[in-house]
Each structure stands twice: as structure tokens, then as C-alpha cells.
């Protein structure tokens, strides 16, 4: 690191070292805190409904501290007593967020609420009825309140999934867990502790802070990375980062301002290397253009390509290995076997890693062995196969 009259310099693998301490994937991590820590951490873990290997939000802290408990994943989210650790709202895409934020997103809220309307048309009855069945009930699934749907498409909602969903959006009415990947929704005068409930910060408050931790989430971002961690607007970042406490750098290569955390630029990121599969979900790699400006990687999420048309596979997974992404591979399970659909690795030297990477991943969620079908480059599957057995 060098600094210049006005701003400190980073070269590329500085920037990169420093986003992975950030992260969670350098150096020793903290255990004790477990999955609820990695969610203070991160201050965000995204939520998605494709479950392959295991839902992203359970990947996320495995990626991090390895084969913790799944159950205690879940408990870590959810567990309602003595008071919520978390809530889920959106935030980067739906998000699950430490409950202690939940004042900082009072300006998503009242967006919200300011909007003439939204996605479908409701009647003030309906709304009210919604509210009223939760008070009396207590915490109910969007079937529970009379059902999800019109009997259409999946867009199709009832009018209790509509007021319900908007209550949430307003922060009336919380997630408070998930239910078979059911949303169960409870009041919010209910499930967020008093202390929180009754902060009413200030828009600029909200973003200041939001940009704040973000950019402590990233170690080193530029304002599009910054700001699109909790997809705050470009013009939200502009009015705030001046009193955000991030410090203006300038990173090798990059070609674009960018901010750091000052704690962040303390020290020199030492330390293990984790070696393992991300979700396409992670923070660490979830924004495409940062992932290819910091780790020099193109990845795609290919779930929703036409089969066809896919070339690393449905839910490919990049493999990070000594600080760098080298390959990825695309899970599946057929009973006690973990498969790995496709794997395509940067070099032979990607192998024992991709190995060790497939193997903790097949223990964590209950498999006895491993299989790789389809490998890229083809000269490597021998080599892999032998690693895996």
C-alpha cells in the first residue's frame, strides 16, 4: 500500500486481499460466533429458492467456517428466543439481515409506503383483514391467512398473499421464519424488540449507515459495489459517502474511484486461505462486474438459461482456492452420492483443491461418495477421479 499526497494506493492484489479478509475467507475465522457472527459479518445473507447441494443462505456459512450444522444454520437465522437475531427483507435481493438494522431500513419502508401502488390492486378490507388475523392468530403462513394463490400462475396472488406481502414491504408485519420455504409473517410490534422498533432515523441516517457497512462487508468497493450491496441508488451513495466514514482509495487496474474501510487498510491481510464451493448467491461474488474486476472470473448463473444453452451447468459453483477463483463445478445429489454434473478447472494445479472442496462439501450434506462426470478440460477427469476416490 502506498499513499499519495491525497489518497492511499492499492495494487490489485492488495484490493483483492483485502476484500477477501472482508469477506470471511481470510484468515482464522470466528468460530465461536458461528452462523449468526458470519451474518453480523456479512450484514446481509441472500435468500434464493433453488436448493441444490443445500439452500445459498446455508452455504454461506459453510463457505466460511465449514460443516456447521445445518440445523443450527436455521436456528442461528430464526431462533425466536429470548429475542430475534434476525429479520428477512430486501436488501441486496431478499436478504436475511441482523435485527439490530432493522431501524436503517426505514427509508426503504417509507419508499414503500410513498409508492400510489404496486404489482396488483387492493382493497383497504382486505389489508385490514390481514392485520386483524395476525393479531388475533399470531404467526401465519401466506396459506394459513386463506392461501397464496388465485389458482393461476405463480404470480397470481390472492388478495391475502398481496396484503400481506405489502404489509411486509411497509415493515408492518416481519418474516419471522421459514416454513417448508414458507414465509411465516408475524406483526412487527411483536417480533422486533422494542428498542429497534422505536428508532425512526432519517433517510440520510438509514443510507449513511447502510453505506457504512457495506463498504466494512467489502473491504474495498467502487460506488457501484458499494451501492449495490443493499441496492441503494447511485444518487443515495453520491449524497452520503462524504460522511459514510469510507476513505477514498485508488486500486490498480480498476479504473474507477473507489472507498475502503479505514480498519480495513490497518493492518496487511494475512492468514489461511479457505478452499472451498460459493454459492452464486455469496456477497463475496454475487455483483458479476467485481467479481471479474477482482478476481479476473466470469461467472453466470445459469438456473434460468435454457438447458441448451448453458455451459458450466444449472447451479455452478465457483471454487475459491488460495484467495483465487479456479474453477467451478455444477452439484447435484442421486441418493448418498454427491455428482459433480460439470467441472471445469483453470489448470491441473486446480485439482487437489476441487477434490477437497467436493469431498467436505459431499460429508456436510450427508454423502458417502463422489462422482465427476463431465470435466474441462477433458485430460483432467482422470486426475480428478483418482483425487476423489
Not at 184 to 204: C, G, H, M, N, T
Not at 255 to 269: E, F, R, S
Not at 329 to 356: E, F, N, Y
Request: glycine share 6%.
Amino acid at each position: 500500500m502506498t499513499t499519495t499526497a491525497t489518497t492511499m494506493e492499492l495494487s490489485a492484489d492488495e484490493a483483492r486481499r483485502i476484500a477477501l479478509r472482508a469477506q470471511g475467507f481470510l484468515g482464522a475465522p470466528d468460530r465461536r460466533a458461528g452462523a449468526r457472527g458470519v451474518l453480523r459479518h456479512l450484514g446481509a445473507v441472500q435468500l434464493d429458492t433453488i436448493s441444490v447441494l443445500a439452500r445459498s443462505h446455508e452455504l454461506i456459512p459453510y463457505a466460511r467456517l465449514g460443516a456447521v450444522p445445518r440445523a443450527a444454520v436455521e436456528e442461528a437465522y430464526w431462533s425466536p428466543a429470548p429475542e430475534p437475531h434476525a429479520f428477512e427483507y430486501w436488501s441486496h435481493a431478499a436478504c436475511i439481515l441482523p435485527v439490530e438494522e432493522w431501524p436503517h431500513f426505514a427509508f426503504r419502508r417509507r419508499a414503500y409506503r410513498d409508492r400510489p401502488q404496486w404489482h396488483h390492486d387492493l382493497p383497504d378490507a382486505a389489508y385490514k383483514a390481514v392485520i386483524s388475523q395476525l393479531r388475533a392468530e399470531g404467526p401465519l403462513t401466506a396459506t394459513e391467512l386463506g392461501g397464496a394463490k388465485n389458482g393461476g400462475e405463480w404470480w397470481d396472488w390472492s388478495e391475502s398473499k398481496v396484503a400481506v406481502e405489502r404489509a411486509l414491504m411497509y415493515g408492518e408485519v416481519v418474516c419471522t421464519e421459514r416454513r417448508g420455504w414458507k414465509r411465516v409473517y408475524d406483526l412487527a410490534e411483536r417480533a422486533i424488540p422494542e428498542r429497534f422498533l422505536s428508532q425512526d432515523p432519517s433517510d440520510a441516517e438509514c443510507l449513511r449507515r447502510l453505506v457504512r457497512l457495506a463498504g466494512e462487508a467489502l473491504g474495498v468497493g467502487t460506488r457501484s459495489d458499494i451501492a449495490d450491496y443493499h441496492r441503494i441508488k447511485a444518487e443515495q451513495f453520491d449524497a452520503v459517502i462524504a460522511d459514510s466514514g469510507l476513505v477514498p482509495v485508488a486500486v490498480e487496474g480498476w479504473g474507477k474511484p473507489a472507498w475502503a474501510d479505514p480498519a480495513a487498510l490497518a493492518t496487511v491481510p494475512r492468514g489461511r486461505h479457505r478452499t472451498t464451493l460459493l454459492s452464486p448467491f455469496d456477497s463475496l461474488i454475487w455483483e458479476r462486474p467485481r467479481t471479474e474486476r477482482v478476481f479476473g472470473f466470469t461467472h453466470r448463473l445459469e438456473a434460468y438459461v435454457p438447458k441448451p444453452k448453458r455451459v458450466h451447468g444449472y447451479f455452478a459453483m465457483p471454487l475459491l482456492a488460495g484467495g483465487r477463483l479456479v474453477g467451478r463445478a455444477d452439484p447435484a445429489r442421486s441418493g448418498t452420492t454427491l455428482v459433480a454434473r460439470q467441472v471445469s478447472l483453470d489448470s491441473p494445479k486446480a485439482v487437489p483443491a476441487m477434490a477437497q472442496a467436493l469431498k467436505e462439501a459431499a460429508t456436510w450434506v450427508g454423502c458417502t461418495q463422489v462422482r465427476a462426470d463431465q470435466v474441462t478440460p477433458r485430460e483432467l477427469h482422470a486426475p480428478l477421479t483418482k483425487a476423489l476416490s
